[in-house]
DNA sequence: ACAGAGCACTGGTCAGACCAGTTTTTAAAT
DNA sequence: ATTTAAAAACTGGTCTGACCAGTGCTCTGT
């Protein structure tokens, strides 16, 4: 093989395996060129290719930069010409979670129809985390209750689905339980919707688990149309936080 | 903008608007950079980006030849780190199918709705394009008809995650009418599935729009299923047809 | 007719120069 | 000392011309 391919996949690891993050600068092209023992030339066509696989984008006399949008995490939802239907308009937001209503529902369907048990032995860890952790730390908990569900569903397909719109929610608006916690009735309220998820899929009743999942969601969404109703406004997320999702072959 | 990139694009452009076939090969380096009135350096530079994009391949010694895989009409769904689920594992497109039945189902559900006038319009021509066309032709009245519905939704997340699915689904099998058709009974129960379908959402049945619709791409599934069980190729979609579904912000 | 050497392609790598933006440093002017 | 402008030291972008390394053809000697 090429070296300068050999070049363009070591990077692309060094990037995605978590050395580099989103709009950090790469080293120049001369540094690189010394460091890796190679001419210039070879640096500069391994770094097309990754321009053209959209892992960085290079800026005239500033240098190279990680791109926002991280492939493998990405692919379908946080990149593209789809984005442009966000800026300016919320709206897209309710779209979104209109979907997820949807697929989080057939997710727990199939859950509760296909859950090994060791799914079940993962979504449990995952629900005992959730009940034990202080709502007001962060939402990893909750991600990984679900999470741990949508994969149970053994459909690659639905989990990488669902992983990109949640990574394009997640850019858009920190829209988790963290904005939604603070209100005891609800936090109450979705303690409740996930303790009757959990018992629906680790008891084996599809077409119960589906309806509470999709019911959550569509609890979710309304009480973030009502807070936004209220003024209250929703926190941007920090980029970091959209690496997350990358279990897509969890199961494979 | 540089000239790596304009040339990149050029060349893109050139392959995908027809001008080149896959496996097709491109003209040497050498013989480009003289044509174009460039350095070797930048044709290779553009060379390695739509390498990166997937666009060609290059055999040292040999030259570079345009990929079976075209990307273009690819961005979210067709290309990526996702589609090596694909390689040899065909039970990746029921988990496909089965996701597909979920958001056409929702589709149609929202199509009866919101459809509005113009929307029914559309979705009438459609229907009507459907029924006078010689099915053993090609796929695009049915094509055309679903899209008409999906794009009805006002979900525009609903349509670009559909035609991401879609696309996924061309990359691997034609799996459309035109294998199911030629049987007789089959295709006289998808023509009634249609109808059905289409008097639902335009007589503003959500309910049963989504149960038809659901019926609808399950039953697709199980027939291409049998198909399978009985030994019938599917066959393999030429690339050119690809490049349809980028209807994304029809409704924007 | 055949085998093999040579040649004419192909892409891959290298070196060094220069151009063109960007940022930092330096030096001059206030 | 502060401000400002020039200059230097970065960055990536392009060019040139050379040489290496695979591939395939052609021509030659047997």
């Known amino acids: 093989m090429a070296i300068s391919q050999e ?19 790469i080293p120049s092209e001369r540094q690189l060129a010394e460091r890796l023992r190679v001419s210039r030339s070879v640096i500069r ?24 949008m991280v492939p493998g995490s990405a692919d379908l939802g946080t990149q593209g010409p789809l984005m442009h239907l966000f800026e300016g308009h919320p709206r ?3 779209d979104l979670l209109e979907v997820r209503e949807q697929l989080e529902g057939q997710a727990a369907f199939l859950a509760a129809q296909r859950a090994t048990s060791l799914d079940r032995h993962r979504i449990t860890k995952a629900f005992r985390a959730l009940e034990e952790t202080d709502p007001l730390s962060n ?4 991600h990984g209750f679900h ?10 397909i639905l989990v990488h689905v669902l992983n990109s719109l949640k990574n394009m929610m997640l850019m858009t608006v920190q829209a988790s339980v963290a904005n939604l916690n603070p209100r005891a009735e609800m936090r109450k309220k979705i303690v409740l919707q996930h303790r009757q ?12 688990a589906q309806k509470v999942a ?27 936080q959209m690496t997350s999702g990358d ?3 969890t199961h494979g």
């Open 247 to 249: 279990h897509t072959d």
């Open 197 to 208: 998820l959990y018992e629906a899929i680790t008891s084996g009743r599809p077409a119960s």
């Open 7 to 25: 070049i363009s996949y070591r990077l692309e690891r060094m990037i995605l395996d978590g050395g580099l993050a989103p709009e950090q600068k």
């Open 45 to 68: 066509e391994a770094l097309h290719e990754l321009q053209g696989r959209g892992v960085i984008e290079t800026r005239h006399g500033k240098g190279s930069f990680v791109s926002t």
């Open 139 to 142: 939402a990893r908990p909750d």
């Open 92 to 94: 897209t937001l309710y």
């Open 214 to 240: 999709m019911a959550h969601v569509r609890f979710v969404s309304k009480a973030m149309r009502d807070m936004e109703k209220e003024g209250s406004t929703l926190i941007r997320v920090p980029v970091e």
């Open 147 to 156: 999470q741990a569900i949508v994969e149970a569903s053994h459909n690659p």
